[in-house]
C-alpha cells in the first residue's frame, strides 16, 4: 500500500494519474541480476527503473527495488524503511517520466519534486540536514 500511495501521488504531480507502474520488491541478488544485465554494474542497487515504449494500455514502466540494500540503506541513514521505500519509489516514478540527476540543475528539479511528493505523503525531505547520511540517488 505504501509502494502504490507513493507510485500515485508522483504521478499525480506530473499530471500523469492515468499511466501505468508495475513495481517490483525483490532480493538483492534479483536486482543486482537486472543491474548487470542492464547497466552493465555488477551489484544490487536500491531502485532500477524501466521505462516501456509508448503503448496503449498507458504503462509507463517498471520499477525494481533491492529489499536488502533499501533496508541497510534506511538503517544506516537513521530513518523509517516504509519512509525510504516510498522515497524510492516517487524517484523511480519521476525516473520514468524522464527526470534525472545527472547534472546539477537536474538533480535540484528532480529533488524538489520528490520532496513536495513526500510531504504530501506525510514523509520527512530526505535530502534535509538530520535525517542521515546519503547520496544522490
Avoid: W
Amino acid at each position: 500500500m505504501l509502494a502504490r500511495g507513493a507510485a500515485l501521488a508522483a504521478l499525480d504531480a506530473e499530471g500523469a494519474a492515468h499511466e501505468g507502474v508495475t513495481i517490483l520488491l525483490a532480493d538483492d541478488e534479483a536486482v543486482r541480476d537486472l543491474n548487470a544485465r542492464f547497466r552493465s554494474k555488477d551489484s544490487p542497487t536500491n531502485v532500477l527503473s524501466f521505462p516501456a515504449p509508448r503503448n496503449p494500455e498507458f504503462h509507463l514502466g517498471d520499477i525494481a527495488l533491492a529489499y536488502g540494500v533499501c533496508a541497510r540503506e534506511a538503517a544506516e541513514q537513521g530513518k523509517p524503511l516504509a519512509h525510504h521505500l516510498q522515497h524510492l519509489v516517487a524517484h523511480g516514478v519521476l525516473h520514468l517520466l524522464g527526470y534525472d540527476h545527472i547534472g546539477d540543475d537536474e538533480a535540484e528539479a528532480m529533488e524538489s519534486l520528490e520532496r513536495a511528493v513526500l510531504a504530501g505523503l506525510g514523509v520527512p525531505d530526505p535530502y534535509a540536514a538530520g535525517e542521515g547520511e546519503h547520496e544522490r540517488l
